[in-house]
Protein backbone atom coordinates (compact mmCIF):
# COMPACT_ATOMS: atom_id res chain seq x y z
CA UNK A 1 0.00 0.00 0.00
CA UNK A 2 1.14 3.54 -0.69
CA UNK A 3 2.84 5.76 1.67
CA UNK A 4 3.53 9.50 1.89
CA UNK A 5 6.76 9.12 3.20
CA UNK A 6 8.16 6.27 0.80
CA UNK A 7 6.61 7.46 -2.25
CA UNK A 8 7.54 9.82 -5.44
CA UNK A 9 5.48 10.54 -8.32
CA UNK A 10 6.45 10.08 -11.67
CA UNK A 11 4.72 12.22 -14.59
CA UNK A 12 5.69 10.65 -18.37
CA UNK A 13 5.23 13.02 -21.21
CA UNK A 14 2.11 14.74 -21.00
CA UNK A 15 2.94 17.43 -23.67
CA UNK A 16 0.44 18.96 -25.67
CA UNK A 17 1.12 17.50 -29.28
CA UNK A 18 0.84 13.73 -27.36
CA UNK A 19 -2.44 14.86 -25.72
CA UNK A 20 -3.56 15.89 -29.15
CA UNK A 21 -3.31 12.23 -30.23
CA UNK A 22 -4.76 10.65 -27.70
CA UNK A 23 -7.74 13.19 -26.66
CA UNK A 24 -9.99 10.71 -28.26
CA UNK A 25 -8.91 7.07 -26.46
CA UNK A 26 -8.36 9.17 -22.76
CA UNK A 27 -9.15 12.32 -22.62
CA UNK A 28 -9.66 12.85 -18.62
CA UNK A 29 -5.83 11.47 -18.52
CA UNK A 30 -4.61 15.91 -18.12
CA UNK A 31 -7.10 16.56 -15.47
CA UNK A 32 -6.64 13.65 -13.26
CA UNK A 33 -2.91 14.08 -13.21
CA UNK A 34 -3.32 17.77 -12.55
CA UNK A 35 -4.85 16.28 -9.56
CA UNK A 36 -2.86 13.90 -8.52
CA UNK A 37 -0.07 16.29 -8.95
CA UNK A 38 -1.42 18.67 -6.84
CA UNK A 39 -1.92 16.68 -4.39
CA UNK A 40 1.72 15.42 -4.59
CA UNK A 41 2.29 18.96 -3.88
CA UNK A 42 0.11 19.12 -0.66
CA UNK A 43 1.58 16.31 0.78
CA UNK A 44 5.02 17.07 0.05
CA UNK A 45 5.59 13.85 -2.61
CA UNK A 46 8.47 14.73 -4.58
CA UNK A 47 7.66 14.41 -8.46
CA UNK A 48 10.07 14.26 -11.65
CA UNK A 49 8.35 15.20 -14.89
CA UNK A 50 9.60 14.37 -18.21
CA UNK A 51 9.12 15.25 -21.24
CA UNK A 52 9.81 13.89 -24.31
CA UNK A 53 11.74 15.73 -27.16
CA UNK A 54 9.74 19.11 -25.87
CA UNK A 55 11.29 21.07 -29.30
CA UNK A 56 8.60 19.01 -31.47
CA UNK A 57 6.04 17.68 -28.91
CA UNK A 58 5.79 20.81 -26.99
CA UNK A 59 5.92 21.25 -22.97
CA UNK A 60 3.49 19.61 -20.53
CA UNK A 61 0.54 20.72 -20.33
CA UNK A 62 -0.43 23.97 -18.40
CA UNK A 63 -2.52 22.43 -16.04
CA UNK A 64 0.02 20.18 -14.59
CA UNK A 65 2.17 22.20 -12.20
CA UNK A 66 4.31 21.22 -9.17
CA UNK A 67 6.07 24.11 -8.13
CA UNK A 68 8.83 21.80 -6.40
CA UNK A 69 9.01 19.42 -9.46
CA UNK A 70 12.34 18.60 -11.74
CA UNK A 71 11.81 18.48 -15.23
CA UNK A 72 13.89 16.57 -17.54
CA UNK A 73 13.90 16.32 -21.37
CA UNK A 74 14.31 12.76 -22.48
CA UNK A 75 15.02 11.09 -25.78
CA UNK A 76 14.99 7.23 -24.72
CA UNK A 77 11.70 5.99 -24.29
CA UNK A 78 12.42 4.79 -20.72
CA UNK A 79 13.31 8.00 -18.64
CA UNK A 80 15.49 5.40 -16.38
CA UNK A 81 17.82 5.51 -19.66
CA UNK A 82 18.62 9.15 -19.39
CA UNK A 83 21.19 10.06 -16.61
CA UNK A 84 19.65 13.18 -15.01
CA UNK A 85 16.18 11.22 -14.46
CA UNK A 86 18.21 8.04 -13.15
CA UNK A 87 20.28 10.38 -11.17
CA UNK A 88 17.62 12.45 -9.78
CA UNK A 89 15.08 9.31 -8.75
CA UNK A 90 18.06 7.39 -7.40
CA UNK A 91 18.54 10.69 -4.95
CA UNK A 92 14.91 10.72 -3.84
CA UNK A 93 15.79 7.68 -2.21
CA UNK A 94 11.75 6.27 -2.31
CA UNK A 95 10.78 2.99 -2.76
CA UNK A 96 7.34 3.40 -4.27
CA UNK A 97 6.72 5.53 -7.39
CA UNK A 98 3.44 6.88 -8.31
CA UNK A 99 3.17 6.87 -12.44
CA UNK A 100 1.53 7.77 -15.28
CA UNK A 101 1.88 9.35 -18.74
CA UNK A 102 1.66 9.15 -22.33
CA UNK A 103 1.82 6.91 -24.14
CA UNK A 104 0.73 3.80 -21.93
CA UNK A 105 2.61 1.23 -24.38
CA UNK A 106 5.59 2.97 -24.85
CA UNK A 107 7.42 5.56 -22.74
CA UNK A 108 4.97 4.74 -19.57
CA UNK A 109 5.62 0.98 -20.06
CA UNK A 110 9.45 1.22 -20.74
CA UNK A 111 10.05 3.72 -17.28
CA UNK A 112 7.86 1.12 -15.69
CA UNK A 113 9.75 -1.87 -16.52
CA UNK A 114 12.98 -0.44 -16.17
CA UNK A 115 12.73 0.86 -12.45
CA UNK A 116 10.74 -2.51 -11.38
CA UNK A 117 14.31 -3.73 -12.91
CA UNK A 118 15.89 -1.68 -10.35
CA UNK A 119 13.78 -2.77 -7.40
CA UNK A 120 11.28 0.07 -7.39
CA UNK A 121 7.42 -1.01 -5.97
CA UNK A 122 5.82 0.83 -9.16
CA UNK A 123 2.29 2.39 -8.94
CA UNK A 124 0.62 3.04 -11.91
CA UNK A 125 -2.60 4.76 -12.41
CA UNK A 126 -4.57 3.80 -15.11
CA UNK A 127 -6.47 6.41 -15.35
CA UNK A 128 -3.75 8.68 -16.10
CA UNK A 129 -2.45 7.18 -18.80
CA UNK A 130 -3.61 7.39 -22.36
CA UNK A 131 -2.26 5.96 -25.68
CA UNK A 132 -3.64 6.10 -29.17
CA UNK A 133 -5.82 3.17 -29.22
CA UNK A 134 -7.59 0.93 -26.84
CA UNK A 135 -5.69 -2.01 -27.68
CA UNK A 136 -2.22 -0.89 -27.24
CA UNK A 137 -3.57 1.09 -23.85
CA UNK A 138 -4.88 -2.22 -22.36
CA UNK A 139 -1.76 -4.13 -23.99
CA UNK A 140 0.73 -1.66 -22.10
CA UNK A 141 -1.54 -1.86 -18.55
CA UNK A 142 -1.14 -6.18 -18.77
CA UNK A 143 2.79 -5.90 -19.94
CA UNK A 144 3.31 -3.67 -17.10
CA UNK A 145 1.63 -6.06 -14.41
CA UNK A 146 2.85 -9.18 -15.78
CA UNK A 147 6.37 -7.00 -14.59
CA UNK A 148 5.13 -6.59 -11.42
CA UNK A 149 3.37 -3.25 -11.49
CA UNK A 150 0.71 -2.87 -9.38
CA UNK A 151 -2.08 -1.11 -11.57
CA UNK A 152 -4.24 1.63 -10.22
CA UNK A 153 -5.99 4.75 -9.95
CA UNK A 154 -6.35 8.27 -8.93
CA UNK A 155 -8.76 8.14 -6.22
CA UNK A 156 -7.43 4.05 -4.70
CA UNK A 157 -3.91 6.11 -4.94
CA UNK A 158 -5.43 9.19 -2.75
CA UNK A 159 -7.21 7.02 0.39
CA UNK A 160 -4.23 5.00 0.38
CA UNK A 161 -1.65 8.23 0.34
CA UNK A 162 -4.04 10.02 3.16
CA UNK A 163 -4.72 6.67 5.15
CA UNK A 164 -7.59 8.89 7.10
CA UNK A 165 -10.35 10.66 7.41
CA UNK A 166 -8.18 12.27 10.56
CA UNK A 167 -4.99 13.23 8.26
CA UNK A 168 -4.84 17.13 8.14
CA UNK A 169 -5.29 17.33 4.14
CA UNK A 170 -8.05 15.41 3.82
CA UNK A 171 -10.92 17.68 3.14
CA UNK A 172 -8.66 19.64 0.52
CA UNK A 173 -7.76 16.52 -1.30
CA UNK A 174 -11.16 15.00 -0.91
CA UNK A 175 -12.56 18.28 -2.33
CA UNK A 176 -10.20 17.86 -5.60
CA UNK A 177 -11.96 14.96 -6.60
CA UNK A 178 -15.62 15.90 -6.34
Do not use: W
Given at each position: ?????????V???????L????K???N?V??N????SK?????NI???I?????K??G?????????????I?KA??????E??????????????II?????????????????I????????LK?????????EY??G?????????????L????????K??K???FKE??????
Amino acid sequence: MLNIKTSALVIIDIQEKLINATKNVNNYVVQNMAKMSKVAEILNIPTIITEQYPKGLGNTSSEISVSNADVIEKASFSALLEPDFAEEIQSLNKKQIIIGGIETHICVLQTVADLISEGYEVYVLKDCCSSRNEMEYNTGLELMKQYGAKISCLEIALFELLKTSKHPNFKEIQNLIK
